[in-house]
């Protein structure tokens, strides 16, 4: 019963398989890499399982299940490349799509851009306003809805050529009667297209933002569905009978028909693969708390995971492509530092690095692509932390000479520095700004980064990993096993996972024994709603886990937070520790309680999970000697380290190592398609299944100035 | 070592955290608050300040806010509760002619100790919901500051870390949101305090010496980088002059506003000389916090634009160094105390619109053509059945004129205004009001033009309870203007009618102040529409067509104004509209 997952990303597909002993081959794990192609994502995806097949020589019908990450719905939202969407809204409401939160995207600018409006989900010609409203606080209809409107309006889409409609009316989360009705009337007229109603994309308070996230889902919902479709019957064509899985945003794996219901859920289906991935493999060695760096070409993906749950981003916060969207999405930061990013002195003597970077074409200097502005891996590579003859494996043709020449011409001439103080200073940096972000995604979340290890992966990840632990404080390294395919990893190990939710405000100090019933009443609708999706996916009841939150805030306030509801029925009693839970949360995030004030609850929200078996690594053979290494050994270069320093360091594949080996730097563990860097006064050890843990040494108490603050001044 | 230039790689790193800081000081303080004015609409400003009252670092939040605190620190020091600073001392403080941007904006200052001495402050702004005003929320036509609420001067709310309770319990018994009040206040307290925490953090992490040597050199970094780009700019004098309404009270007199540009090398001297004498109400700008400061942000906007620039520029001092302001002392600009000057917003609009304009002949590609450059501030307010006051401040929007390179944003926070909107599902479920009509303006077009101005919106508010409305807005005299051959767009217009008749139209003013308003009264606001950039002619014809298609335009307004001919089927007639443009273009240019 073999399990693969795929990964698509921008330059590569990513696949893992994973084979038991029952398979023919025995219990294994196989991996590949095929290009990506963005025009139709399935051709790299059946085109990668096919070959990994054949190089794991299973037969294609031997693979039981297929877990997807997919950038079909990100692409189509990034790209502005999505379905022509038609809106029905609530009379004198035509434009709430358009005004958003009226906020300009920029405070000192006269020629910002209003992505909401230039690059619209619904365009305003398609927005049709029709009869009907809806009152607060209780939900009571104060104008019946003209259905003859609703019929006029959805034969003017239709003629207008729309692929999919939305019903978007005020209030709906109050009383969802007039959505309904006009979403069947809509479906009457136009039976061949896609009707979602926003009560039921996202059942929450506050119009923009759920209109934008039913926009949305609609924007890449026949795209979505389409793609979905279409591998899936490629599949079935190559005799793949395979269950198929998506990754979704919030890291847990829906079916086709739950994707093509709430594609909307899909857009952070890629990075969420990495996070997972990294919490698997920091779970092999019992690290529950990890920061996990996803650092590719362009971007790095940074999120903090503590006690191995995942965080969830407040959806407040929740944005694809400058639209809010209310899904769970995994709280990530992403910042424009990668391998790729430019490094370039501004016209005022101001250094910077990134954000724009140079993808994989041009690509770095060094690479001879014809790109010569200077980036992060030219830095690395004038360095010798990375070896311009073994990038990827040695095919590039990469030289040193042309890393060196950009960084002299664009920064060290200019800023009248050294080659190798200019690329020091790159380094410096990129990593600072990378080391801000995982500040805001832990020390800014209440999360102290000390108590934390930080996992670096993707292609360019590992190479930076000890100088951002350094610099965040966090309490060791670790490099997965395979660190150019964590994310695929990531698809085997982790469950199926629905969320519901329902606005429902009710100021719990003061609700009495009939309020708290109503909120319980509809606690267990949600994980009814939650258990039946799980069930139709053949899950067992017994492989089934419901979370309940309550998302809270103190009343008058614009922000909830996250409080786990207590087991069993909400009564009076135990809805003290819902409010005295949300003192403490709140303490705990902004630093202050506010004693006195009443705690109101906005939201419910259900977390249905579906257990699914976990990815199972392989251990590495135990080494006999951990200190002889020879077997390992590929030779030795010059690198030069932080401090300035340029030591003779031993490069060592890391194919070659065993578990328990230790290696002291100054070292460079290389892989194909990564490189680890152990500076000097840090040490590697191979744990059992091929992580790598680096960690500082205590220092031998030789230099007792503090060096940052010397170099400083120049 | 002091002389020394830190190396440019220090100074980035410094310079991020420093912004990190700030960040984080906004985020905690809009995240806790209470009033909508803070939580919704982020109308604060967060940021540290060294001994100089210079700016080290502010939240990106509302324009407004940023650049005013060192203006309250100026007059802080005049005023200071026992004259020293303490370690635990919060100060809080409010006072138009002590350096504060105008009475409802409350700064919490924080000193930050390091080593046992003083090194910096950290502190923010806020608009509070009221202050004990003579009338709810905003105020307009009142005879002089007293009028305007509590006025707090340096005073100490904690003494050594030791909470003052008289002035906390003083500060609930005169407003009419107590817990409201106090509740934010608290939560700017917070925020300060983090801002402290961090500030020590990194002092700790780098030293003194070091950290105050980056600060420095980064103001210089930003100066330089305003110097550059004013040096490009021609020597010479600049001038522009528009009207403004009233000033809430005295219905016939219109204000001028006289903005004379004078670029000198890489210095830039804004002289409002010219312009209207003090006011008697509350329309007056607080010269010290309000009026400088949006000098400042119109050159940031208009030289150093975020959106265009290559590279970040640290938002410090730095910025506001090369910056000059002229306003005659008991000028609307620049009143003398007593005189009221709450109502001070739509003034420094104006003059930022007229700055751009004052300078369109030399900076074509940078200036765009007028925006509605006023604000609608609304204060809607009534008693609860137990008694109890509600309150409402909302901000709502403008539109931006045509630009050299795209049209000119919708229904958008204009110029030094960037707050958010209510979600109006919110306010429903928690205020005795009801949103009627939110959406662009469909009984004027914006200003035609190569790039279009922006349309403005219409916003109806139908209150439940009996109840005062106060609204501070502008623009219903003279139309944002275009430019190089734009058409103007519109002027805004407010109306009051009772939904039980709503033929009973009433017209009002721009501004009012404490209006009574019964059960089932709406008001609604039309926002002024932004004018044209560049010959209309010039707009493609399937642009236009597009317009018409989204009711940005009338088949009507294409035909007579763009020259674009369609078919009943809106198809472009390519022939017709060449033929029309070739008639119309000499009656134009004539």
Not at chain 1, 46 to 71: F, P, Y
Not at chain 1, 220 to 225: E, N, Q, R, S, Y
Not at chain 2, 107 to 113: G, H, M
Not at chain 2, 148 to 159: Q, R
Request: charged share 25%; net charge negative.
């Amino acid at each position: 019963m073999a399990r693969l997952g795929v990964d698509v990303g921008g330059t590569n597909t990513d696949l893992i398989l994973e084979t038991f002993a029952d398979d023919p081959v025995g219990a294994g794990i196989f991996q590949h890499k095929v290009p990506s192609t963005q025009q139709d994502q399935s051709i790299g995806v059946v085109r990668g399982i096919v070959e990994l097949c054949e190089k794991a020589a299973i037969s294609t019908a031997d693979i039981k299940r297929i877990v997807h990450g997919t950038t079909v719905a990100t692409n189509a939202a990034l790209e502005h490349d999505g379905a022509n969407v038609g809106m029905l809204t609530t009379r004198g409401f035509r434009d709430i799509l358009h005004i958003g939160r009226h906020k300009r995207p920029h405070n000192f600018s006269l020629h910002f851009d209003v992505p909401w409006q230039t690059r619209p989900l619904v365009k305003r010609r398609n927005r049709l306003a029709v009869t009907e409203r809806i009152l607060p606080p209780d939900g009571r209809i104060e104008t019946a809805l003209d259905e003859n409107e609703v019929r006029a309006a959805a034969r003017r889409l239709r003629d207008n050529g729309v692929d999919a409609v939305i019903v978007c009316f005020l209030f709906s989360f109050l009383n969802d009667a007039h959505e309904r009705r006009a979403q069947e009337i809509v479906r009457e007229i136009v039976p061949d297209i896609y009707v979602w109603r926003s009560s039921e994309v996202a059942d929450v308070m506050r119009e923009f933002e759920r209109f934008s996230t039913t926009a949305m889902n609609a924007f890449v919902g026949p795209k979505t569905a389409r793609y979905l479709s279409r591998l899936e019957a490629k599949l079935s064509d190559q005799g793949i009978g395979a269950n198929l899985r998506i990754m979704q945003s919030n890291g847990g794996l829906a079916t086709i028909d739950q994707c093509i219901d709430r594609p909307v859920n899909t857009l952070m289906s890629g990075p969420a693969g990495g996070v997972i991935g990294g919490r698997h493999f920091a779970d092999m060695i019992g690290e529950a708390n990890i920061l996990s760096v996803d650092i590719g070409g362009t971007s790095a993906d940074i999120s903090a995971l503590s006690d191995g749950e995942l965080r969830i981003k407040n959806s407040r916060d929740a944005t694809v492509a400058d639209h809010p969207v209310l899904t769970p999405i995994i709280d990530m930061i992403t910042i424009g530092a990668g391998g790729g990013s430019i490094a370039y002195v501004d016209s005022a003597g101001g250094f910077n690095v990134g954000p724009r970077s140079a993808g994989a074409e041009p690509g770095p200097a060094c690479y001879g692509l014809g790109g010569t502005e200077p980036t992060v891996t030219d830095a690395n590579v004038v360095l010798g932390r990375l070896d311009a003859d073994r990038l990827l494996g040695g095919d590039l043709g990469a030289t040193t000479e042309r890393a060196e020449r950009a960084i002299f011409e664009k920064i060290a001439e200019p800023l009248g520095l050294s080659v190798t103080d200019a690329a020091l200073g790159i380094l410096r940096v990129v990593n600072n700004n990378m080391a801000l972000a995982i500040r805001s995604a832990s020390v800014a979340r209440g999360i102290d980064p000390r108590e934390f290890a930080l996992m670096p992966f993707g292609g360019a990840g590992p190479v930076h990993g000890p100088a951002l632990a350094a610099e965040v404080g966090a309490k060791y390294v670790i490099v997965p096993p395979a660190p150019g395919i964590t994310a695929a990893a990531g698809l085997l190990a982790t469950d199926m996972k629905y969320e519901v939710t329902r606005s429902l405000l009710r100021d719990l100090d003061a609700a009495g024994a009939d309020e708290l019933a109503t909120v319980d009443a509809e606690l267990t609708r949600l994980e009814t709603e939650c258990r039946d999706r799980l069930w139709a996916d053949g899950i067992a009841s017994a492989d089934i886990e419901m979370q309940r939150i309550a998302e809270c805030r103190y009343h008058g306030q614009g922000f909830e937070l996250r409080i786990d509801m207590p087991a069993g029925t909400l009564d009076e009693n135990n809805v003290q520790t819902v409010i005295e839970a949300f003192h403490a949360r709140h303490e705990n995030d902004y630093g202050y309680r506010f004693a006195g004030a009443v705690v109101e609850l906005v939201t419910l929200r259900v977390i249905g999970r579906g257990h699914c078996a976990k990815l199972d690594w392989p251990r590495l053979p135990t080494a006999h000697d951990e200190a002889d290494t020879a077997q390992a050994l590929l030779y030795e270069r010059e690198t030069v380290f932080d401090d300035g320093r340029s030591l003779t360091t031993p490069r060592y594949d890391r194919a070659c190592l065993a578990a328990g080996q230790v290696i002291n730097g100054p070292a460079i563990l290389v892989e194909r398609d990564s490189t680890s860097l152990v500076p000097p006064g840090w040490q590697a050890v191979v744990t059992e299944h091929g992580n790598i843990r680096i960690s500082e040494q205590p220092p031998h108490a030789t230099n007792a100035s503090n060096p940052r603050v010397e170099e400083a001044f120049s | 070592m002091k002389n020394d230039t830190i190396n440019p790689i220090t100074l980035q790193v410094i310079s991020g955290a420093l912004d990190t800081i700030a960040e984080e000081m906004g985020h905690v303080l809009y995240r806790m608050s209470f009033s909508s004015i803070i939580r919704e609409s982020q109308d604060l400003g967060a940021g540290l300040f060294d001994l100089k009252y210079q700016t080290l670092c502010e939240s990106e939040s509302t324009p407004m806010h940023i650049g005013s605190i060192p203006a309250y620190l100026r007059g802080i020091e005049a005023t200071l509760q026992g004259g020293v600073w303490h370690e635990g001392d919060v100060v809080v403080h409010n006072h138009p002619y002590y350096g504060a941007s105008h009475t409802p904006d409350l700064a919490i200052i924080i000193p930050i100790f390091h080593e046992g001495e003083l090194v910096a402050f950290a502190g923010n702004t806020a608009h509070h919901i009221d202050i004990g005003a003579a009338t709810p929320g905003l105020i307009i036509d009142v005879g002089d500051v007293y009028a305007e609420g509590m006025l707090f001067a340096g005073l100490k709310l904690y003494d050594r870390g030791q909470r003052n309770e008289t002035l906390a319990q003083m500060i609930r018994t005169n407003s009419r949101a107590a817990d409201q009040l106090m509740d934010d206040i608290d939560a700017q307290v917070a925020s300060a305090r983090l801002g402290v925490k961090r500030f020590q953090e990194l002092l700790d992490r780098y030293g003194r010496e070091l950290i105050f040597a980056a600060t420095d050199q980064l103001m210089d970094y930003s100066e330089k980088r305003l110097r550059q780009e004013i040096a490009a700019i021609p020597d010479g004098e600049y001038r522009a002059e528009g009207l403004l309404d009233d000033d809430g009270r005295n219905r016939d007199v219109p204000l001028p506003v006289v903005v004379t540009v004078r670029i000198e090398g890489d210095n830039v001297t804004v002289d409002l000389t010219g312009s209207a004498d003090q006011t008697p109400t509350a329309y007056n700008v607080p010269f010290e916090g309000s009026c400088k400061v949006a000098a400042y942000a119109a050159f940031r906007k208009l030289l150093l634009d975020t959106y265009t620039a290559d590279s970040p520029v640290p938002s410090n001092e730095g910025s506001f160094r090369p910056v000059h302001v002229i306003a005659p002392k008991g000028s609307m600009f620049n009143p003398i105390s007593p005189a009221a000057a709450e109502a001070r917003f739509t003034q420094c609009n104006r003059m930022i619109d007229l700055i751009l304009q004052a300078l369109s002949p030399v900076l074509p590609d940078k200036v765009i053509a007028g925006s509605s450059a006023s604000i609608s501030f609304a204060s809607y307010a009534g008693l609860r059945d137990n008694g109890d006051y509600w309150v409402f401040l909302e901000v709502n929007e403008g539109a931006y004129g045509g630009r050299p390179r795209s049209d000119g944003p919708d229904c958008i926070d204009n110029l030094m205004a960037n707050t958010r909107n209510n979600p109006i599902e919110d306010l429903g479920m928690h205020l005795p009001m009801i949103c009627d009509r939110y959406e662009l303006r469909d009984d004027v077009l914006p200003g035609a033009g190569r790039y279009r101005g922006g349309l403005g919106v219409v916003k109806s508010q139908r209150v439940l309870t009996p109840g005062f409305i106060t609204i501070e807005s502008e623009r219903h005299l003279e139309a944002p203007c275009g430019l190089f051959g734009g058409l103007d767009g519109a002027t805004g217009r407010n109306l009051i009618y009772n939904e039980a008749a709503p033929d009973k139209v009433v017209e009002m003013p721009s501004k009012f102040s404490g209006h009574a308003t019964s059960t089932g009264d709406v008001m609604v606001y039309y926002s002024p529409c932004g004018g044209g950039y560049g010959d209309p002619l010039e707009r493609p014809p399937e642009t236009v067509r597009e317009d018409v298609l989204d009711d940005f335009c009338s088949r009507n307004h294409a035909f007579e104004i763009y020259g674009v001919v369609l078919d009943d089927g809106l198809k472009l007639d390519i022939a017709a509209t060449q033929q029309r443009r070739d008639d119309i273009r000499p009656q134009r240019s004539r």
